[in-house]
């Protein structure tokens, strides 16, 4: 929890932070621009009536959400991790009395839950703000319930699983190549096969993919320690 503290005092969070809070502003937007749409042109809900409902709108919510924070943990860990292990930073991490295991746990901790726990509060508040303008100007043409809104609730969880997981892999993309830009690049890769495979499969597919890439997520976390213990060597 020490090396937690001590990584946060080292990064100025200040601009992690408002891009935490401008990601669910834009998805609210994004949701709220799309149940919209059908007022500005009636012939966009006729032609696609199956967009038009609130499931559909709450997995838009989901996708954005998802995509910037898989894009602002990639980032993140970036900072914290390729900056700390380059060239001009690498003796100083190397020299502290401490376990390199410990420090690289304690930096990959901390970014993926500031991305993880930053997209279920985004994730909900988009949610939820969403609901109540629905429920006093409804604007959808769809049936809405609170149920609605309690079934979206798993997708937090894995919502959180999916961030970290892409941000860790992108973040090894990019470590492999030295490559800030390309672990964004990738973490935007991802994030779009995510966004496919939620609109085709569902919540049921979503679930699968992030068990998949937990799995993968973890195997790239030891390949990362093993690489540390190397420059320990």
Known sequence: MNLIKLEMKKIALSPYFLAAVIIPVAALAMVELMAYAPKIDPSFSAADSEMMTYEF???????VNVAGFACLGTALLGKVIMESYNDNYIYLTLSYPVSRKKILFAKIIFCVVFSGLGVFIGLFLTNGL????????PLVQDTLSF???ISQLPLLVIAGVLVSSVSLISLTIGWWKKSLPLAIVAAVVFCSILSNLVMA???GIVI??????????????????????????
């Open 57 to 63: 709108l709450y997995f838009t919510s989901f996708i």
């Open 130 to 137: 969403f609901f109540i303008s629905e429920s006093i100007f």
């Open 147 to 149: 149920s609605q809104l």
């Open 201 to 203: 499969g569902g919540q």
């Open 208 to 233: 699968v993919t992030s068990l998949f890439l937990l799995v993968i997520s973890l195997l790239v976390t030891v390949t990362m320690t093993r690489k540390v213990a190397r420059l320990e060597a």
